[in-house]
Nanobody, 123 residues
Framework: QVQLVDSGGGLVQAGGSLRLSCAAS????????MGWFRQAAGKEREFVAA????????RYADSVKGRFTISRDNAKTTMYLQMNNLKPEDTAVYYC????????????????WGQGTQVTVSS
């Protein structure tokens, strides 16, 4: 079992920055691929970014490429999402997720999820 606790959300003005954290426990963190997903009100959950267990390969949704950076610290069993130049359309609940196997953009492949953290970007 893996327990994930995500945090760091909040209210920020357009153009601002936030850093989300996802603290993991219960399993060997370094064996897990990790990802961030988000769900805006009335919309389906969508992929944001993913990272391999070693951190050497990352993937991003086109909508966040160049603005968001995913990273992980295996020693601290924590994953991060640095979000810069935030836009109102980034407003959503952000979820971290973990899975055995390769990093993926498909939410259905992730077996472990955090509780979500709200990010609100005002214009």
């Amino acid at each position: 079992q893996v327990q994930l606790v995500d945090s760091g959300g909040g209210l920020v003005q357009a153009g601002g920055s936030l850093r989300l954290s996802c603290a993991a426990s219960g399993r060997t963190f370094s064996s897990l691929a990790m990802g961030w997903f988000r769900q805006a009100a009335g919309k389906e959950r969508e992929f944001v970014a993913a990272i391999t267990w070693s951190g050497d390969i990352t993937r991003y949704a086109d909508s966040v490429k160049g603005r968001f950076t995913i990273s992980r610290d295996n020693a601290k069993t924590t994953m991060y999402l640095q979000m810069n130049n935030l836009k109102p359309e980034d407003t959503a609940v952000y979820y971290c997720a973990a899975r055995d196997g390769r990093a993926s953009s498909l939410a259905a492949l992730y077996g472990y999820w955090g509780q979500g953290t709200q990010v609100t970007v005002s214009s």
